[in-house]
């Protein structure tokens, strides 16, 4: 079956630490259709434990790409940006009611800038080229009775340009939050994060679990995108063509704050870079056996803004952006 709360350590940027490797709350698609009598399949023998049937230990890996277009800054020059994704994760379920999950996270980010204007002008050309992000996490996971599930969890992240000071670029925090299991067809709860930032205060962040399945085919989730690439701080509506194949509409925030190196002009060495979107996609899902997902997406991002500070947190330069559009491919593999 699919995990809710399934992907803290598997971060896409910032937001996707709000995901956690959690219990067997959503439906596998291979259970999503109807069985030979015309009525929904279920999981569960009535009045009954569920049978546990997963492995004491599973471990997953998971990787993807996203290439963002060139767009327009408002005051002059473009960028573009390739995302690299990767992720890996441990799964102990210690007992049938708690598991414990151990995971690592990163992302590689290359910022291509061109041209010239207000945002670029305290860099004196490209304020920044390659970032790199870096997540590890440990979460533990309880199954209180038949609906609650709890989730409590930490994190520690590095995010820096190429050769930005190591010992500068740490944040960390932690994860909590619940759900409830309405029934086979609905869950709903929430997660809130709270973590330091690169010279800035605490930030507290809320994301909803949903995932609602509608009929035999529709869902609106956010518990079923790519391992690296989730819909936290969004939402998907997921439509299943069969129980291998499925396609999606979704959107949500993101944001990713990070340390720079110290080249380039006094006023950035050592600064900071900051990065706010949200991106609208449309994804297709195929799953050639159980183990394997593959996933290809295309969107746009919306409400760009590019943020630059030096190092101490001020303020030099935030442009927005015209929307840019993107392409994409993941793939995921779980054993």
């Known amino acids: 079956m699919l995990h809710l709360f399934t992907r803290i350590a598997r971060p896409a940027g910032f937001s996707a630490l709000l995901l956690c490797t959690g219990t067997t709350w959503a439906q596998a698609d291979d259970q999503l259709f109807e069985s030979d009598e015309g009525e929904p399949q279920s999981t569960e023998t009535e009045g009954a434990p569920a049978e546990e049937t997963e492995d004491s230990f599973s471990w997953n890996v998971a990787g993807g790409d996203i290439y963002q277009f060139g767009t327009d800054i408002n005051g002059g020059g473009s960028y573009s940006v390739n995302r690299t994704f990767l992720g890996a994760g441990m799964e102990f379920e210690y007992s049938p009611a708690l598991t414990l999950d151990f995971d690592i996270g990163m992302e590689w980010d290359n910022?291509?800038?061109?041209?010239?204007?207000?945002?670029?002008?305290?860099?004196?050309?490209?304020?920044?080229g390659s970032v790199f992000d870096l997540t590890l996490s440990a979460v533990s996971r309880w199954k209180l009775d038949d609906n609650w599930r709890m989730i409590l969890g930490g994190f520690v992240r590095w995010s820096g340009e190429t050769d930005a000071d190591f010992a500068e670029s740490f944040s960390g925090g932690g994860v909590f939050g619940g759900a409830y299991v309405f029934s086979d067809d609905l869950s709903?709860?929430?997660?809130?994060?709270?973590?330091?930032?690169?010279?800035?205060?605490l930030l507290w962040i809320p994301s909803p679990i949903v995932d609602w399945r509608i009929n035999r085919q529709l869902f609106i989730s956010n518990m079923r995108g790519p391992v690296t690439y989730p819909a936290s701080l969004g939402l998907e509506i997921v439509y299943y063509l069969n129980e291998n194949m499925n396609v999606s509409l979704g959107g949500r925030y993101e944001y990713r704050r990070f340390r720079l190196n110290d080249d380039g002009p006094a006023a950035i060495r050592n600064g900071v870079g900051g990065e706010r979107t949200f991106p609208v996609w449309v994804r297709f899902e195929w799953r050639p056996i159980e183990q394997i997902r593959l996933h290809v997406l295309a969107g746009v991002n919306f409400g760009q803004r590019l943020e630059l500070e030096n190092s101490s947190g001020t303020l030099l330069s935030e442009e927005d952006t015209d929307p840019s559009p993107f392409i994409g491919c993941f793939l995921d593999f779980k054993f």
Do not use: K, M
């Open 188 to 201: 709903l709860g929430a997660t809130a994060l709270v973590t330091t930032q690169i010279e800035d205060g």
């Open 111 to 128: 910022y291509d800038f061109s041209g010239t204007g207000d945002f670029t002008a305290p860099a004196a050309g490209e304020p920044w």
